[in-house]
């Protein structure tokens, strides 16, 4: 594995502006002194105490760190180095300048189902990739969809953030529990275990399982679902979300019976091609989802006659739809990094008017900070939208 270098990453780049946040910590553009070249620079606190909830384990960043390596696909982003101080783990990672994909996409005035294909193609890519390597995101949502540079003429996807990746091999169970981060797939709920079609099919979430279970009463103000990508693929073509109804009830039931339908109103221009792609990956039994291999060899991505070709260049995504999602979609992780500083500067206020010690001072704050909720709730709460 990288070895975690004990250097003061300030001695080797010099700190640029601050290309996003997440809960543990911030993403800055970082310039290597020895050569000028641009990098970024991801720095995560790590947590201080066993009591404490702030911060990451050290074993969840020596794991995303694993993973990365593990996974160097032109359509993945890149690790370049590792280093550690006390309080924080910085990965320095290739830059990715283009923006998020669904940025890109809704600046379009029309976009044809071809050329949504060639950026669903490269997703699909590095996903055939990754599980090929048993490597599986569990957080693919549009946030971490990105493009290398958006001015080219063929812009290059880049999936970011491992931090929920894990390696799971054959044989190998992998369940969620309360203490790591919850996805309320069909498996999930049903506390099966979890693989590789997970990331193909259903609209995972932050919500608590336990609270799922005990009366839903976390979806009110936790809709930050990870998009896989048969709901990225609904949510493209249409601008809707395949499961989303009336109440939150209705909407978990939804998911639990993979309840959905093509309303006319807004899958009018889509062909009935891809409306069998989606229908092949928002599947409950995971067994019989289609694979990220399966899905590259469907005919709407890989057309097998001219008829197919040419219906794919007749369908379009239903672009007002899907800039009224994408505005909505900002608009929320705006009001959640707001959310995120006020809880924050709370923080703040709490540890300069305690007289504990500093281990015991950060129990309280995280106690005051999670209001009872896990931190890897939280964690995802702040860091997506709906
Ligand atoms: P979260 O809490 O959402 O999981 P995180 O702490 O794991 O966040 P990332 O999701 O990896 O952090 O990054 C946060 C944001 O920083 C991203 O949404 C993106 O806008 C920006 N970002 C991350 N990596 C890069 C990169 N390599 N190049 C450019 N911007 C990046």
């Given at each position: 594995m990288a070895v975690f270098k004990p250097d003061n990453v300030e001695d080797l780049y010099e700190m640029g502006e601050v290309l996003g946040s997440g809960h543990f910590g911030q993403v800055r553009k970082v310039r290597e002194r020895s050569t000028g070249t641009l990098w970024a620079g991801k720095f995560l606190k790590i947590r201080k105490s066993q009591c404490s909830l702030l911060g990451l384990e050290r074993s969840n960043v020596e794991r995303e760190v694993m993973i990365l390596e593990a996974v160097q696909h032109p359509n993945i982003v890149t690790l370049k180095d590792v280093f550690e101080s006390r309080a924080e783990v910085v990965l320095i990672l290739e830059l990715?300048?283009?923006?998020e994909l669904f940025d890109f996409i809704a600046e379009k005035e029309n976009l044809l189902e071809s050329e949504a294909i060639e950026f669903l193609k490269q997703i699909l890519e590095a996903l055939r990739f990754m599980h090929g390597k048993n490597v599986v995101h569990f957080d693919l949502k549009p946030e971490n969809i990105m493009l290398s540079d958006k001015s080219s003429p063929q812009p290059i996807i880049k999936l970011i953030d491992f931090g929920l990746a894990r390696r799971i091999c054959q044989g190998e169970e992998f369940r969620s529990t309360s203490g790591t981060p919850q996805y309320i797939a069909p498996e999930v709920i049903n506390c099966e275990p979890l693989n590789a079609s997970a990331d193909m099919c259903t609209m995972c979430t932050t919500i608590n399982l336990t609270s799922v279970q005990s009366g839903?009463?976390?979806?009110n103000h936790n809709q930050s679902y990870n998009r896989s990508i048969g709901v990225i693929t609904y949510i493209l073509l249409s601008g809707l979300s395949p499961f989303q109804d009336e109440t939150d009830e209705e909407t978990l039931a939804n998911i639990l019976a993979m309840k959905f339908e093509f309303n006319d109103r807004y899958f009018s221009t889509t062909s009935s091609m891809a409306k069998d792609f989606i229908q092949k990956l928002l599947v409950k039994d995971p067994s019989e989802r289609m694979t990220a291999e399966d899905s590259l060899h469907h005919p709407w991505i890989k057309p097998l006659t001219r008829s197919q070709k040419v219906k794919r260049n007749r369908s379009s995504i239903n672009m007002k739809s899907f800039k009224k999602f994408n505005a909505r979609r900002k608009w929320k992780m705006s009001y959640n990094m707001v959310r995120m500083c006020n809880r924050l500067v709370r923080l703040r206020l709490l540890c300069k008017s305690s007289d504990h010690d500093p281990v015991q001072r950060d129990c309280e704050s995280d106690i005051e900070d999670t209001e009872s909720k896990p931190a890897s709730l939280l964690r995802r709460r702040l860091s997506s939208s709906s």
């Open positions: 990715v300048c283009g923006g839903l009463d976390d979806l």
